[in-house]
């Protein structure tokens, strides 16, 4: 990272950075990620025990072109010298960072400086002035996803986009699934997951097969005409057999505001399992390039050793 200003010293704890490692997570070129492995029943059907995830994009900003702008104030004013900062931010703090000033006119010489960006964001999150924060946006890619999971998900209406995969357009070759928390403990609960996959997935090729072989024989049930739309109504047919267990993929953006927001809601002990096991993960991934949009928050290991987040500034 080219950018090391932390917030207050104490605030990118080391327990978030050592579980970032633990989990695999890797950084590269500035975009990191939490893979996870693909496992095959007996059978051969594909299944993940865990969400990944990639950061696929983060804003670039660059302030240069505020020059002429800057210097069409009163010289008195200094504003140019705004241009003037030794102390280099992560992009999204940058970006928010300069958009709050504006509000002020913050461009002088007297204004806060980079250096005490964690200091201007701390007093932002405390009095709940997070409209500023919606100017950065951060897309993922998500995998090893139930639907269970993306129909919580995707409650999050306020600052957020979704591309999910769709059933209907996909045939069964991409079809995998995922495995809950509570059965991966080898037993027979994991047992009787495997059984379940291996049969899903066979019903739903059978059930695709034979739809497929009437309507092809000139059978009315589905009632298309052109090939790739036929294969769309066998798809979305067939699809009715698939289990919440059912992976999805998508390509989720939000502003850091929203991301926030998801990760107070779904990262506590209160969430359901495995959205809370995302919602850590993306946190983790969000803090290691904005460590002082995303240092403000505490990891907790529970009883029942999965992880939660909490933070002091609610609702920001
Ligand atoms: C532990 C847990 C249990 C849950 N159980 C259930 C359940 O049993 N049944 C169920 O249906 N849902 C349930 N939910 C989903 C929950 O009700 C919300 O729909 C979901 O968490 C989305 O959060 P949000 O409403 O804050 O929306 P977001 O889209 O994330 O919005 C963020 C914030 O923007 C504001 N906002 C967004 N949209 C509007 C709007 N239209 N009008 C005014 N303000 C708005 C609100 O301040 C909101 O908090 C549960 C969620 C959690 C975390």
């Known amino acids: 990272m080219k950018y090391q200003i932390k917030p207050n010293g104490d605030y990118f704890s080391m327990n978030t950075q050592e579980f970032f490692q633990q989990l695999d997570g890797r950084i590269t070129n500035e975009f990191p990620a939490i893979h996870a492995p693909v496992f095959k029943s007996a059978q051969n059907t594909p299944y993940l025990a865990a969400p990944g995830v990639v950061l696929i994009a983060k804003p670039r900003v660059e302030l240069s072109g505020l020059k002429n702008f800057l210097e069409g104030f009163d ?95 996909v045939s069964g070759r991409v079809l995998r699934f995922v495995e809950r928390p509570e059965f991966q403990d080898g037993g027979k609960f994991h047992q009787m997951f495997l059984t379940r996959i291996d049969r899903a997935y066979a019903e739903y090729h059978q059930l695709a097969d034979a739809l497929l072989a009437e309507q092809e024989q000139g059978a009315a049930i589905l009632s298309a005409e052109a090939k790739t739309d036929l294969r769309k109504k066998v798809n979305q047919a067939a699809r009715g057999l698939l289990p919440n267990e059912t992976e999805t993929i998508m390509v989720i953006t939000g502003n850091a505001r929203a991301w926030r927001h998801v990760i107070e809601m779904r990262a506590s002990d209160h969430s359901e399992l495995e959205i809370r096991a995302l919602a850590v993960r993306l946190f983790l991934c969000l803090q290691q390039i904005e460590p002082i949009l995303f240092g403000d928050y505490q990891l907790h290991e529970l009883p029942d050793r999965t992880y939660s987040l909490t933070t002091a500034n609610k609702k920001v």
């Open 75 to 169: 010289p008195e004013l200094n504003f140019s010298n705004y241009l003037n900062d030794p102390a280099e931010l992560s992009s999204g703090t940058q970006l928010c960072k300069m958009a709050g000033q504006t509000c002020y006119a913050s461009f002088s010489p007297k204004r806060t400086m980079n250096r005490d960006a964690g200091r201007y964001f701390k007093n932002i999150m405390e009095s709940g002035h997070g409209s500023v924060l919606e100017h950065a946006n951060y897309s993922f890619l998500l995998y090893g996803l139930s639907r269970s999971l993306t129909h919580e998900l995707i409650r999050h209406r306020a600052g957020f986009g979704f591309s999910q995969l769709s059933q209907r357009y």
